[in-house]
């Protein structure tokens, strides 16, 4: 089997295999928000952005080649990462305190690995409504990150074309396909995949916020993902 | 004879904006570590002492974004005269939950709890008196006015996180926030 070198460490991949998918088999992990083994790629968080023989690339969405050389822990693109991630924070409203997907947030759990103590970047306060037509979801676009994964579970694993992503620029948003576009009036149901693949708190069940105790939510019992690589001091001062 | 010199001891001012109070409580629950902490550290102004005048200080801890007038001129003098400012908790750096209110015009808030809300009396209207400050029409993060140089995330930020941060100061470190304890919520 061909191998490609992941900060130095061999990974096996098969033919048509991406570095993210490969990198995962192998029980190495990339940093990623809009990637699921489920589902095609999407190439949209650009936090697996890695150095593939000195370029960067989207791990998520590179076909690995034999003798790759992949850089991927390193300062540098932690502090990247770091940034992209303060960006998704202020184009949303992102009010954890408040937020019934805290402690299993992929987005927060990432802020956290990175450790991320500052927005950095102005705020956008975007403030659009929340649609809870639904009788047993509830939507709220001013927390989605337009990774795409509902849009991509709903067409490939539902088979039902609930969801796009529509509008341009700053005010590109998450699409309901309905009459009304409510979710209410799509066909989506609360068993459905694209209902439950949600990374952040944007797309949630009704009536079951809070459930898990303080301590034993997904992020609380778990150490953070990865221990950032570079001193995560700086702060404000890393222009 | 001449005294036993004292190490100079850190002067630090606290506020808090449009805070909850809950950062500074989050402070005390540093609890018997307080008592160290009292003999390298000294509180200027702050909800903790009856001082009302900002003296120069060398930390300012500000917890609570922007929601009024006031607000904003405490925080800019607050920048002038600490040689060092930090934003504690969730508000001080999004504006927090306070903030949900900018979905809201501020004008029908205000409408809507000083005139409409059932219960009132039969005059009540709007708080006019020159006095009051006026709201912002938006609730803002600290960094969005002023500089600001370090952040202790976390609704409040953790005992822990406000002693490590205190005792780095106080021993001339750089604080940085240990991965391990930030939290957001
Ligand atoms: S979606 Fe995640 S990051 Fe956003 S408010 Fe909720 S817990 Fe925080
Ligand atoms: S609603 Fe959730 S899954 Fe869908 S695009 Fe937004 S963040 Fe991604």
Redesign the pocket.
């Known amino acids: 089997m061909s191998h490609f070198l992941l900060d130095g460490t061999p990974v096996p991949f098969a033919a048509g295999d991406t570095l993210m998918a490969a990198a995962q088999r192998a029980g190495q992990s990339i940093a990623h928000l809009c990637w699921d083994a489920r589902l095609g790629p999407s190439g949209a968080c650009r936090l697996c952005t890695v150095r593939v023989d000195g370029r960067l690339a989207a791990a998520c969405t590179t076909h690995a080649q034999a003798g790759q050389v992949v850089e991927n822990r390193t300062a540098e693109l932690d502090a990247r990462r770091l940034r992209l991630t303060q960006m998704?924070?202020v184009e949303?409203?992102?009010?954890?305190?408040?937020?019934?997907?805290?402690?299993?947030?992929?987005?927060?759990a990432t802020?956290y690995a990175l450790g991320m103590a500052d927005m950095h970047f102005e705020l956008l306060a975007p403030q659009r409504p929340v649609d809870a037509s639904h009788p047993d979801l509830w939507l709220?676009h001013n927390?989605c990150?337009l990774c795409k994964l509902c849009v991509r579970a709903s067409h490939e694993a539902d088979g039902k074309n609930v969801f796009a992503i529509g509008g341009y620029g700053a005010s590109t948003r998450l699409l309901v396909n309905a009459p009304s576009g409510r979710l209410g009036d799509s066909a989506l149901q609360a068993s459905d995949l694209a209902a439950r693949i949600c990374p952040?708190?944007?797309i949630l069940p009704k009536r079951r916020g809070f459930a898990v105790p303080l301590g034993a939510r997904r992020y609380d019992s778990a150490a953070p993902p990865e221990a950032p690589a570079s001193a995560s001091g700086d702060r404000d001062d890393a222009h | 004879m001449t005294p036993i010199e004292e190490p100079r001891r850190l002067r630090v001012a606290t506020v808090s904006l449009a805070g909850c109070f809950g950062c500074h409580m989050s402070l005390l629950d540093i609890d018997e570590r307080l008592f160290p902490l009292a003999e390298r550290m000294v509180f200027d102004r702050s909800p903790f002492t009856d001082i009302k005048a900002l003296g120069p200080c060398d930390v300012g801890l500000v917890e609570g974004g922007l929601c009024n007038s006031e607000n904003v001129q405490v925080l800019r003098l607050f920048r002038a005269r600490c040689k060092v400012l930090v934003a504690v908790g969730a508000c001080a750096i999004n504006g927090g939950l306070p903030a949900q209110r900018n979905a809201l015009d501020i004008g029908q808030i205000l409408v809507e709890v000083y005139r409409n809300r059932p219960g009132l009396a039969a005059d009540s209207s709007m708080p006019s008196d020159p006095e009051l400050p006026l709201p912002l029409a938006q609730v803002h993060a600290l960094h969005e006015v002023v500089h600001v140089d370090h952040y202790l995330p976390g609704c409040p930020p953790s005992a822990d996180a406000i002693y490590a941060l205190l005792s780095a100061l106080i021993e001339g470190r750089t604080p940085h926030a240990d991965p391990a304890e930030i939290r957001?919520?």
């Open positions: 998704l924070f949303g409203n992102h009010f954890c305190p408040g937020c019934e997907k805290s402690g299993d947030c992929d987005l927060q802020a709220d927390r990150i952040v708190g944007a | 957001f919520d």
